[in-house]
């Protein structure tokens, strides 16, 4: 239902919002405009007025990430139909219910350090946080976990904010762990009054020679004052390294996470939201069981690897007297062939062997975006494996799979040869072919292509015939293969209907075609030596394919999806005098 109020503005708004975020975040103008015409048939004498402002939506809202379609479209119709939809699709992804969990309550948090792009690790939790907060009707609050300076990058904040709205993800509040330090403070001085935590000013080697030996140090038995007075401290005189806020566990646990472990450290660095202002700075096992807590997290999940450390979160939270959230782990994500670690990432951009974080050989979201993988498909893809505690390696053909299924029957088809060699075409007078756009899907119409006497085909192609070969040019006859030379290869037209148990081959016009290069991963990007474990850079990795496309391609965009028959999906990546370059998405 659309409220009253709308004037035909809002209403054409909340068309091309819904056409979109149904459509991979692409508004179309027909579809937008038989929906507009289908439901409104009020404004039908109006419609032809209303084009250049339709247009005009279609332009802004597809410059939107998906993300902010969605929250854009809630402040508009909060009851779309496209929630409803959103609502019916994840029944069929089905997360486990939640232990506790009740309805209108759920509180998730997603936490990422502002220090990297985000990569498909970061989207399964971050599908998981969004997915139970939506499934419950709770809430999900973005947090910054930003309280080591040494390991914050300023412009992160913006960037991990802008992957996860193309993800399609939205929450409710937003805000960053260094803000509450004061807090964590107070609570640090609690901690101490009470003789459950104390300043250690032992040397890291000590330290760690004492957690292996289960044993105590000198520090651990002085007063609470005299550890005020060593807190006090920490804000002034000690340098960093010399002092740390320890909690008071039990150095004789089997959980060597108990073993008195850090809750504060000295970290004389800038801040880039606080400048020099602090230099005692909370551990994440301090910062995340207190934050969950106080800002008022029902479930908080996190990776497999943290499983030893939630007897430490449980424990702090009780000495504090904080309420405990519930505390749930899944296991990371781990691609077979595939990097995730941010220093192996940036080591392999210094040294020029990748191009940058959206090199198409990684699996940040920038890269798979730029691959042309769609965010429903990464959802798919990492909830997929649910949320079990197995440790499994995926392999990255499964979201292959996924992103073909989803984007196939949207995807238009186009002809693309590699390695090109031309081929003469004998007793033919120039013809026009017609060629759907699709096999299956008849909406995305029909597309013309002239051949005059001749035309490129690929020389894979080209190995497989010999003299009187008969073989169809695709959507056009079917010839017979006269002559065959290094430079080109000659044949006569033979017949138009198409025969059985002939090759089937694309072609390109020879007098006029597209330039097209397509760049393709061939992972792994490193390269393991199974004896020393050494990695080395693979120079294969990068694939970089030339040919040429059919004339229609001049009308592409970038960002825009083809299918090239028989050789693969791509997005068109760039466009530059005309020339294109694509990225190879998958098969
Ligand atoms: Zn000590």
Redesign the pocket.
């Known amino acids: 239902m659309v409220k009253k109020s709308m004037n035909v503005e809002e209403i054409l708004l909340k068309i091309v919002l819904e056409n979109a975020i149904t459509h991979n975040g692409k508004a179309a103008f027909n579809s937008v405009m038989k929906t507009f015409a289908g439901t409104y048939p009020e404004y039908r004498p109006q419609i032809k007025q209303l084009i250049p402002t339709i247009q005009k939506l279609i332009a802004d809202v597809n410059a939107m990430e998906i993300g902010s379609q969605i929250e854009k479209l809630k402040q508009l119709d909060p009851t779309s139909k496209v929630f409803q939809e959103a609502k019916r699709e994840k029944k069929e992804i089905s997360l486990p219910p939640l232990e506790g969990a009740i309805e209108g309550k759920v509180v998730t948090r997603m936490p990422p350090a502002p220090n990297g792009y985000l990569h498909l690790g970061h989207a399964k939790a971050a599908f998981i946080d969004w997915e139970y907060a939506q499934m419950y009707k709770g809430r999900m609050i973005l947090r910054f976990d930003d309280t080591n300076p040494k390991d914050v990058i300023e412009k992160f904040y913006d960037e991990q904010k802008k992957d996860l709205k193309w993800l399609g993800i939205t929450w409710e509040q937003e805000y960053c762990t260094s803000d509450n330090i004061e807090t964590h403070y107070k609570l640090a001085k609690k901690l101490i009054e009470q003789g459950d935590a ?1 300043v ?3 040397s890291n080697e ?2 760690r020679d ?1 957690r292996q030996k289960q044993i105590e ?4 038995s002085l007063t609470s004052e005299e550890h005020l007075k060593r807190w006090e401290r920490m804000f002034s005189e000690f340098q960093e390294g010399e002092a740390i806020l ?1 909690f008071k566990g039990d150095m004789k646990s089997k959980n060597t996470a108990m073993r008195d472990p850090t809750l504060f450290r000295i970290i004389d660095h800038t801040h880039p939201r606080h400048g020099n202002k602090y230099r005692v700075w909370p551990t994440y096992d301090f910062a995340g069981p207190i934050e969950d807590s106080l800002s008022g997290v029902t479930h908080a999940f996190r990776t497999k690897e943290y499983e030893l450390r939630d007897e430490l979160y449980f424990a702090l939270l009780e000495r504090l007297n904080l309420r405990k959230p519930k505390l749930l782990e899944f296991a990371r994500l781990n691609v077979r062939d595939m990097i995730t670690s941010k220093r192996k990432i940036k080591k392999l951009i210094q040294e020029g062997y990748v191009s940058g974080f959206d090199d198409i050989r990684l699996i940040t979201l920038r890269a798979l975006k730029r691959r042309g993988f769609i965010p429903a498909a990464i959802k798919q893809f990492v909830l997929s494996q649910g949320i079990s505690k197995a440790e499994g390696e995926v392999t990255f053909e499964q979201l292959e799979v996924i992103n073909r299924k989803l984007i196939d029957e949207s995807t238009p088809r186009r002809f693309f040869v590699s390695n090109p060699i031309l081929l003469k075409i004998e007793n033919s007078d120039p013809i026009t072919a017609t060629i759907p756009n699709h096999p299956d899907n008849q909406a995305l119409g029909k597309r013309t292509v002239t051949v005059q006497d001749a035309v490129y085909i690929s020389q894979e192609d080209a190995q497989r015939f010999q003299v009187d070969t008969v073989f169809r040019l695709k959507d056009l006859f079917n010839v017979k293969v006269t002559e065959i030379s290094k430079e080109h290869i000659t044949a006569e037209f033979h017949s138009k209907k198409v025969l059985q148990n002939t090759l089937k081959i694309q072609w390109v016009p020879s007098h006029e075609n597209v330039d097209v290069t397509v760049l393709k991963a061939n992972p792994p990007i490193l390269l393991k030596d199974p004896e020393t474990g050494n990695e080395t850079f693979n120079k294969n990795s990068l694939i970089t394919i030339h040919g040429l496309g059919e004339p229609n391609l001049t009308q592409a965009n970038v960002d825009d999806r083809f299918q090239f028959e028989r050789f693969g999906f791509v997005r068109i990546d760039s466009i530059q005098n005309g020339k294109i370059t694509a990225v190879y998405t998958h098969k």
């Open positions: 104390y250690c000013t032992c000590t330290i004492n140090c000198a520090c651990r320890r």
